[in-house]
């Protein structure tokens, strides 16, 4: 018995890493494929660019989700992915929050067992994967721009900025009408290669066997070939003619002067540096001028004091030599009898009092201009899209969760910016003409309903000319050896904004502390060079840098359907997503009611 009983210990503990510890050889096969997505996907975007590996980056994901697995182990490998991936691209969060680059990696890599779960279901229903993976993959794009306030970031179709013929359908689709033909590509390779695969299991499996698993119909592929083609087709010669005919639509607009400060953010917090921070950015912003330049935009949130009419206002007479005031009539006298407007970035407060004094009752992140006949616009633009954790802590009046998230709040106060409303046009004369434009604060360049909004108005026609993005990205870069090194976040985000100039038709002029200020074309062109400046001639070069350039924005006059009724493509798409993954989730609840657990 004893010997029987030591015997069954010994099995035990033989099979017991396998089930408890490790993992099977399939399972190390499917985490692989997983983290070879994960990698793929990482190394698309820039700075390393390698955007062809896009139409094949999901190929591993796919084929890691085989019909006849565990959907425990398959969501779990999935998960693990997912981490790799958000945790190896989101790197640059770890200098603005910790734990928000923890929290943040966590959440979005729940997105992954998610579309594993929809995969096996497609593959299992034998679908066509060159139809799904669009569905799929961007409809997870799309609900991932509106979630939480959206995050627009890494999609498929932002690896191919640079390919401007393919990008121009945007001005029809949005930036997701090129992820969906990635996507297509790669579904259409799974497909070939799970028909390569029945042949060769029709071929070995004995007459009357049934092959189990992921076999997408065999008869499909060379008609899904030939739609994906003409799609592509048609793409190119689409791209190819809006390019061919932009000159037409063209017309000169004025020179514009963008000026880059290079201060890592621990160095603009500080408000000692305020004085210094302004007047560095005033004597770049006078060099505009003297090259001509009809308007001169500074970054956001640089100017360190509240800058809004009502709150200046409070200090007129008791105290006229405090900061606000002194900044205020400092930028004033630069602009006052030449030829250029100011445009600038600054908080702007709203001030209650009562029988216990005055508070700060709301703080907007803001921009300003300030006109050549030394008075400021009555205008202002307060920013819209606010970011979750960097500008506003969600779910203030639930004290449990508000307590929770002010863990992972980088200060030790509640620091939330109240978002805008109105998507505000400014306007500016140069030359005998009257110009308008809006202005995009900080990430707002990455949301494309903004960008929209401030480019058309309710009745679809177009009120601005050009946008401009004014943002402070010194949060995202290292400070070694009194040198700024720059992360992968500034070239990623200049990518982003190019997609916007696209779906509008409009020049986007980037004015952005530590890098990338650039002037984005209507094609999507990123412009190297510029008329006049002292930055690097190339754009991806003007990372962690000081200087100024001005240049001509060239006005298009095409108003696009894009601008004209928005993401009508992510809606369907999110919706085609929703559906898919409803009906896997209820097919796996149906296999447990019914007992038959084949999962």
């Not at 290292?478 to 976040?489: C, N, S």
Request: proline share 5%; with cysteine; glycine share 8%.
């Amino acid at each position: 018995m004893e010997q029987k009983a030591a015997k069954k210990r010994l099995n035990f503990i033989k099979r017991l890493p396998a089930r408890t510890i490790g993992f099977s050889k399939d399972n190390r096969i499917t985490l692989l494929l997983m983290f070879a997505s994960a990698v793929l996907l990482s190394v698309i975007h820039p700075p390393l660019g390698l955007s062809f590996l896009a139409w094949v980056a999901w190929v591993p994901f796919i084929l890691a989700c085989r019909a006849d697995m565990s959907v425990q182990r398959l969501m779990t490998c999935a998960y693990l992915g997912g981490l790799s991936f958000w945790f190896g691209n989101m790197y640059w969060l770890v200098i603005v929050s910790f734990p928000g680059y923890i929290a943040f990696s966590i959440v979005q890599a729940f997105y992954w067992p998610l579309l594993a779960l929809s995969v096996r279901f497609v593959l299992r229903k034998q679908w066509p994967m060159f139809l799904a993976a669009p569905l799929i993959f961007v409809g997870a794009e799309a609900i991932q721009g509106v979630m939480f306030t959206g995050f627009g970031w890494y999609y498929l179709a932002h690896s191919q900025y640079q390919h401007l013929p393919l990008i121009q359908i945007c001005d029809i689709f949005g930036t997701l009408g090129v992820s969906a033909l990635i996507a297509m590509v790669n579904g259409l390779t799974v497909d070939w290669i799970n028909k390569s695969r029945a042949a060769q299991a029709a071929g070995s499996e004995p007459q009357g066997s049934r092959v189990i698993g992921r076999l997408a119909p065999s008869r499909c592929c060379w008609l899904a070939t030939i739609i994906t083609a003409i799609l592509l087709a048609g793409s190119s010669v689409y791209g190819c003619f809006r390019l061919a005919q932009t000159p037409k639509h063209l017309t000169k607009g004025p020179l514009i002067g963008s000026v880059q400060p290079n201060v890592p953010a621990y160095v603009k917090e500080e408000m000692d540096n305020g004085q210094k921070i302004l007047d560095d950015l005033i004597a770049d912003s006078e060099k505009c001028i003297e090259a001509g330049a009809a308007m001169v935009c500074w970054p956001e949130t640089m100017v360190l004091a509240p800058m809004n009419r009502s709150y200046l206002a409070r200090f007129d007479n008791p105290l006229p030599d405090i900061e606000p005031q002194r900044f205020h009539k400092q930028i004033l006298a630069h602009c006052t009898d030449k030829t250029s407007y100011v445009l600038f970035g600054a908080n702007a407060v709203d001030v209650g009092c009562s029988n216990n004094g005055c508070k700060i009752t709301a703080q907007y992140n803001a921009a300003f201009l300030y006109r050549p006949d030394g008075t400021p616009d009555p205008k202002r633009y307060d920013k819209i899209h606010r970011v979750p954790f960097g500008e506003y802590i969600p779910f203030r009046d639930i004290s449990w969760i508000y307590r929770l998230f002010m863990f992972f709040n980088p200060y030790d106060y509640d620091y939330s910016l109240t978002a805008g409303t109105d998507y505000t046009t400014f306007e500016i004369e140069a030359d005998g003409q009257k110009y308008g434009f809006g202005v995009l604060i900080c990430y707002e360049d990455t949301d494309s309903t903004v960008a929209r909004k401030l480019v058309v108005d309710q009745n679809g026609l177009k009120k601005a000319d050009w946008l401009v993005n004014i943002s402070n990205d010194g949060w995202y870069v290292h400070f070694k050896d009194r040198q700024v090194v720059p992360m992968v976040e500034l070239a990623q985000r200049t990518a982003i904004s190019a997609f916007r100039c696209v779906e509008n038709r409009v020049s986007i002029i980037r004015s952005v502390n530590t890098g990338i200020s650039c002037l984005i074309e209507p094609t999507g062109k990123i412009r190297d060079g510029y008329a006049a400046g002292n930055l690097p001639d190339k754009v991806m070069d003007r990372q962690g840098v000081a200087g100024w350039f001005a240049d001509t924005i060239p006005i298009d006059s095409r108003v696009t359907i894009f601008s004209r009724h928005g993401r009508w493509l992510d809606v369907a798409l999110g919706s085609g997503w929703s559906i898919i993954l409803l009906l896997s989730i209820y097919g796996l609840w149906k296999q447990k009611i019914t007992g038959k657990n084949r999962a």
